[in-house]
């Protein structure tokens, strides 16, 4: 009832409030693009870094961010340098006037120096921390001098200190200062850029030290607020790095703050852990850090200075929008938003791909289709035939009566006349031979060159069939390229659907499944699903090493197959190589049925090669494929052709194409491939795993056999071998094979290899319904024995034959009942 009050209720609030709100967010995303404008784009907040940089001192004495910041900028932005020195100058001279002069003269020196040195770099990148690192040295050693007349050993020694910080900082800045642009750049950030993002946000907020506000120090507030932002957006691992890092850099800068990195690291360490908790959580982490390390340091006697501090990071903190929270965790590894931001780049990648295949797919199409448009038989083809008439009695005529005299008389007065004996002419000669002689005198009396127009006639009768010939063979060409490029179509389409399917989350399932797994007392380390379509299971398992005791397939695999309701198997397992590893195991949905093969072959008179060849193959489909291959005659050049053709066929199947699309482009193949009379027969069976369901496709073999019980049948089709035509139909044969069914197919090798046989039928059903045995190979064995002992042991063809037994897929092992065995232990 409340939720039937509330969906009433919201439509109403939409009506009232949602302008105004939309109002408010478009004034808010105005605001920031305003502000990313000015702060950004027109580079203002390189003067703000720089001023407060440009104050920023390491050890009450040292300033060695000025130069590497400007350094970096000139690099990167070289346009907003000016802006970047400005702030530069502008904050050193807030401590002293002399600082603000040797800002400038450090820079100076830099500038003249890089810019006259810069025509002999051949990388600019790499020299320039050198750059930075000579001139800071070489500057501030020129300043003492100038100073004091007089050089110690201090002074050099603190003049590298400055240098090699300066070395390093330069660095940092180079790949912070990217960073601080909204450029479009890739989403993630490194490890390492994430901590150059961090010590320089460190940096610039020691350019606040000495900085209060109603007695609130500002560097301990920015600081503690900077924990808690990173500890809230990317957890206890990066919020402690932020707080050692912060605290290390306001320790140098000053000492007696050392406790302060505790402090932080503490607090980012705490905050961390407590993110569940959201804002609150992170910011009670940080205030128990504040309470413990403040009356555990030496600065107890601060300790409300120090909460209220405390406080106003909190403050801050909370007043975060979350929108900016969640921009910054984004661009953070292991984050949730970061996670699912690239989820949605997959995701716009994949549905990219799918586009440009499902294209690729239309594009086939649409060739298939102008290739098919063909012109059928109806009524556009009789105006065909009418204009191929046309034509071919204006050849006769060009050559007979164009320079007749009585050309006008038959073709201007008499036209009709005329064409219908030339028709009928035309026609008997093309059917009989010859003219009746009625016909002849008729012809005799209408035309003066009668016997020379029935020569050319027949001449060009000649021309004409062959025109038709090569027509029909064009048409036939491009209706098998029709086939084909369709084929292809329709397997980029299937391709470009099975990329837009995503994967589904199946967190829940997960779970389920490693809660029964270990309370089952099976320690998993990981599952991960990847479908749970029936029949089409696919799981992946991470498990500790079973030490070879088959713990997938005796437990593993049973537990899964009571949980989802259908038999899994393991489809593979790749077992670790040392006691304590781990064991890498993929379980698929097992087929309803399987097939045992077994072959037997022989080359004629006993030779090592056999024009015969055959392939056994399970197809990623769900089916299986039992070919054989005859090549015409015996020896190498028939077992290449045969091979060849069995290759093929294999690599056409697997990508997806139709069977009878395959078929016929091996045979254009085939047929094109070589003018020489060579040619081979396919006998090909395709085995549907799941409901035992066989098309046999034959294209010039002999019968195959199936054997069920005490009967045997017989499947034959009759088709030409391949590449004899160009374009032939592939007569597809059907059967519902049954578990327990035993599949012999042979070359004709086998079937018309017995002597003294007349009826092959007959005699290879008698010898097959005869044999006691259901094992393939024996079966395969018995057979090629028997035609063998029929020749006297002589072996006058290649002869090849595959038997293949149909039976139900029964795992080794039962399911475990999984619900029974929770009933038991509660």
């Known amino acids: 009832m409340e939720k039937a009050e509330r969906n009433l209720v919201e439509p109403l609030g939409e009506v009232h409030f949602n302008k105004p709100k939309l109002e408010l967010s478009k004034g808010f995303i105005k605001f920031q693009l305003r502000v990313e404008t000015f702060f950004l784009k027109k580079g203002y907040l390189l003067l703000l870094i720089g001023f407060l940089l440009g104050r920023a001192l390491i050890l009450s004495k040292l300033m060695p961010f000025s130069l590497p910041f400007f350094a970096a900028v000139y690099f990167i932005r070289r346009d907003k340098a000016p802006l970047a020195l400005i702030g530069l100058i502008a904050g050193a001279a807030t401590i002293s006037i002399s600082n603000a002069v040797s800002t400038f003269g450090i820079t100076f020196i830099f500038l003249f120096v890089f810019r006259v040195a810069k025509k002999w770099l051949h990388n600019e990148l790499r020299a320039l921390p050198f750059f930075v690192f000579f001139t800071l040295l070489g500057g501030k050693l020129l300043e003492d001098f100038i100073l004091t007349k007089t050089l110690?050993?201090?002074?050099?020694?603190?003049?590298?200190?400055?240098?090699?910080?300066?070395?390093?900082?330069?660095?940092?800045?180079?790949?912070?200062?990217?960073?601080?642009?909204?450029?479009?750049r890739r989403q993630s950030l490194k490890t390492e850029e994430i901590v150059c993002l961090i010590i320089m946000l460190a940096s610039v907020m020691t350019g606040t030290i000495g900085w209060s506000l109603y007695d609130l120090s500002i560097e301990h507030v920015m600081s503690r607020y900077l924990v808690l932002l990173f500890a809230f957006v990317a957890g206890a691992t990066v919020g402690s790095t932020v707080g050692v890092v912060t605290g290390l850099i306001f320790s140098l800068a000053n000492v007696s703050s050392f406790y302060h990195m505790s402090l932080l690291a503490f607090a980012g360490l705490l905050g961390g852990l407590l993110k569940e908790g959201r804002k609150i959580g992170v910011a009670a982490g940080l205030l128990i850090a504040t309470l413990l390390i403040g009356m555990y340091g030496e600065e107890n006697s601060h300790l409300l200075k120090t909460v209220l501090e405390?406080?106003?990071?909190?403050?801050?903190?909370?007043?975060?929008?979350?929108a900016l929270l969640t921009k910054i965790a984004k661009h953070i590894p292991g984050t949730p938003e970061y996670a699912a931001e690239q989820q949605?780049?997959?995701?716009?990648?994949?549905?990219?791909?799918?586009?440009?295949?499902?294209?690729?797919?239309?594009?086939?199409?649409?060739?298939s289709k102008s290739f098919s448009s063909y012109d059928d038989p109806s009524e556009g083809q009789?105006?065909?035939?009418?204009?191929?008439?046309?034509?071919?009695?204006?050849?006769?005529?060009?050559?007979?009566?164009?320079?007749?005299?009585?050309?006008?008389?038959?073709?201007?007065?008499?036209?009709?006349?005329?064409?219908?004996?030339?028709?009928?002419?035309?026609?008997?000669?093309?059917?009989?031979?010859?003219?009746?002689?009625?016909?002849?005198?008729?012809?005799?009396?209408?035309?003066?060159?009668?016997k020379k127009v029935r020569e050319t006639i027949q001449q060009e009768l000649t021309f004409f069939h062959a025109n038709q010939k090569l027509k029909k063979q064009v048409q036939e060409s491009r209706k098998l390229v029709a086939d084909q490029l369709r084929g292809v179509s329709e397997v980029m389409g299937d391709f470009a659907k099975e990329i837009q399917r995503e994967r589904e989350n199946h967190h829940k399932q997960e779970e389920q499944i490693l809660e029964a797994l270990q309370d089952f007392g099976i320690h998993i380390e990981q599952v991960e699903i990847y479908s749970l379509e029936q029949r089409n299971v696919d799981i992946d398992m991470t498990i500790p090493y079973c030490r070879g005791h088959g713990e997938c397939e005796k437990l593993i695999a049973p537990m899964l197959s009571d949980i989802l309701g259908e038999t899994i198997v393991v489809k593979s397992e790749e077992c670790s190589t040392y006691p304590n590893g781990f064991c890498h195991v993929t379980f698929r949905s097992a087929k309803a049925f399987t097939v045992e093969t077994g072959v037997a072959h022989a080359a004629k008179g006993g030779g090592f090669l056999?024009?015969?060849?055959?392939?056994?193959?399970?197809?990623?489909?769900?089916?299986?494929?039992?070919?054989?291959?005859?090549?015409?005659?015996?020896?190498?050049?028939?077992?290449?052709?045969?091979?060849?053709?069995?290759?093929?066929?294999q690599k056409i199947l697997q990508s997806g194409i139709e069977e009878k699309v395959a078929i016929k482009s091996v045979n254009s193949i085939l047929s094109l491939r070589t003018t020489d009379e060579i040619f081979s027969t396919l006998d090909l069976a395709m085995i549907d795993l799941q409901n035992a369901g066989a098309e046999f496709l034959k294209i010039g073999s002999s019968p195959s056999f199936i054997r069920r019980g005490n009967k045997v049948f017989k499947v034959e089709a009759s088709n030409l071998p391949m590449g004899i035509l160009q374009e032939f139909e592939v007569d597809v044969v059907?059967?519902?094979?049954?578990?327990?069914?035993?599949?012999?197919?042979?070359?004709?090798?086998?079937?018309?290899?017995?002597?003294?046989?007349?009826?092959?039928?007959?005699?290879?059903?008698?010898?097959?319904?005869?044999?006691?045995?259901?094992?393939?190979?024996?079966?395969?064995?018995?057979?090629?024995?028997?035609?063998?002992?029929?020749?006297?042991?002589?072996?006058?063809?290649?002869?090849?034959?595959v038997v293949a037994r149909i039976k139900h897929n029964t795992p080794k092992w039962t399911s475990i009942p999984v619900q029974n065995f929770r009933k038991k232990a509660n």
């Open 734 to 801: 059907s059967e519902q094979l049954k578990a327990g069914d035993v599949l012999i197919m042979m070359s004709d090798g086998i079937f018309e290899g017995a002597k003294h046989v007349e009826n092959f039928d007959l005699w290879m059903k008698r010898k097959i319904s005869e044999l006691k045995t259901d094992d393939p190979q024996d079966v395969a064995d018995l057979i090629m024995e028997e035609v063998i002992r029929s020749r006297s042991g002589y072996i006058e063809d290649d002869m090849t034959v």
């Open 610 to 649: 056999s024009g015969d060849s055959y392939s056994t193959m399970e197809l990623g489909c769900g089916k299986f494929a039992i070919a054989i291959s005859d090549g015409m005659g015996n020896g190498e050049r028939a077992h290449i052709e045969s091979k060849e053709t069995l290759q093929l066929l």
């Open 152 to 184: 110690t050993i201090y002074d050099g020694m603190m003049a590298g200190v400055e240098a090699s910080l300066g070395f390093i900082l330069t660095l940092i800045f180079i790949q912070s200062i990217p960073l601080l642009s909204i450029s479009k």
């Open 382 to 450: 009789k105006g065909e035939e009418g204009r191929e008439l046309d034509y071919f009695l204006s050849n006769v005529t060009g050559k007979t009566c164009q320079n007749c005299f009585k050309k006008d008389h038959c073709w201007t007065r008499n036209f009709d006349t005329t064409y219908d004996y030339m028709k009928e002419i035309m026609n008997e000669l093309d059917h009989f031979g010859e003219t009746s002689p009625r016909l002849s005198r008729d012809w005799e009396k209408h035309c003066t060159r009668s």
């Open 310 to 322: 405390t406080a106003a990071a909190i403050f801050l903190f909370i007043l975060t929008p979350q």
């Open 344 to 367: 949605q780049y997959m995701r716009k990648m994949r549905d990219v791909t799918a586009q440009r295949v499902a294209q690729f797919s239309n594009v086939f199409q649409a060739l």
